[in-house]
């Protein structure tokens, strides 16, 4: 891509597709119901369990551009059951923080329209599946982008005010031991702008 001479050093905006990856166990042990969460919509902070965990490529943008939006955002989960006996695992996108390992969460996890779920077998036998799910800022948050900032917006020092959550979590019929292991991959388009430096 040429950036037109107009534009200076970059473009004004730049909408570009960035990865944050995880293997976590998800477990809740002595419990029937685990859930882990990400916040796509926090590219500076994609895991909430974890501290500034900026993807590839976002401080070099950052250190570009002042402001960020969050698009769109497209989730893989490939489970492994650890357990002896089998559960149900679900994605489910979410508008609220629902922390990690609640029971409220699993349950309307469920009667949400937008989930996704599969039944995995023990650790003996078809103990594997995957989840994909793809969700846009403006479909859960009734907010399209128009190139404003918006509550959805944010410094790239930091999350925006409103954000949406990604759901990752099981649901078992015995109390859980050993867990689930999930490798996580969530791609994110984002879109920065303003420059950090006026330059010309």
């Given at each position: 891509?040429?950036?037109?001479?107009r534009?200076?050093f970059a473009a004004p905006?730049?909408?570009v597709?960035?990865?944050?990856?995880?293997?976590?166990?998800?477990?809740?042990?002595?419990?029937?119901?685990t859930?882990?969460?990400?916040?796509?919509?926090n590219?500076y902070d994609?895991d909430p369990?974890?501290g500034?965990?900026?993807m590839?490529?976002y401080s070099?943008y950052a250190?570009?551009y002042r402001?960020?939006?969050?698009?769109?955002s497209k989730?893989?989960?490939?489970?492994?059951?650890?357990e002896?006996?089998?559960?149900?695992a679900f994605?489910?996108?979410?508008?609220?923080?629902p922390?990690?390992n609640?029971?409220a969460a699993s349950?309307i996890?469920?009667s949400?329209?937008?989930?996704?779920?599969?039944?995995l077998?023990?650790?003996?036998?078809s103990?594997?599946?995957r989840?994909?799910?793809?969700?846009t800022?403006?479909m859960?948050?009734?907010?399209?982008?128009q190139?404003?900032?918006?509550?959805?917006?944010?410094g790239?020092g930091s999350?925006?005010?409103n954000?949406?959550?990604?759901v990752?979590?099981?649901f078992s019929?015995?109390a859980?031991?050993?867990g689930v292991?999930?490798?996580v991959?969530i791609?994110?388009?984002?879109?920065f702008f303003?420059y950090a430096?006026i330059?010309?």
């Amino acid at each position: 891509m040429t950036i037109p001479k107009r534009f200076g050093f970059a473009a004004p905006r730049l909408r570009v597709n960035l990865l944050f990856q995880k293997q976590v166990v998800v477990n809740n042990v002595g419990f029937t119901y685990t859930n882990v969460r990400f916040t796509p919509t926090n590219a500076y902070d994609v895991d909430p369990t974890l501290g500034s965990t900026s993807m590839a490529g976002y401080s070099e943008y950052a250190n570009l551009y002042r402001f960020y939006r969050v698009h769109s955002s497209k989730i893989l989960v490939e489970f492994v059951n650890q357990e002896s006996f089998g559960l149900m695992a679900f994605v489910s996108p979410f508008n609220v923080d629902p922390g990690a390992n609640n029971s409220a969460a699993s349950n309307i996890a469920l009667s949400n329209p937008r989930t996704k779920q599969l039944t995995l077998g023990p650790a003996t036998g078809s103990s594997i599946g995957r989840i994909t799910r793809s969700m846009t800022t403006s479909m859960i948050g009734g907010v399209n982008s128009q190139s404003i900032f918006d509550n959805y917006s944010a410094g790239v020092g930091s999350g925006p005010g409103n954000n949406w959550y990604w759901v990752v979590g099981m649901f078992s019929p015995s109390a859980l031991v050993n867990g689930v292991f999930a490798s996580v991959r969530i791609e994110i388009d984002v879109e920065f702008f303003e420059y950090a430096s006026i330059q010309s």
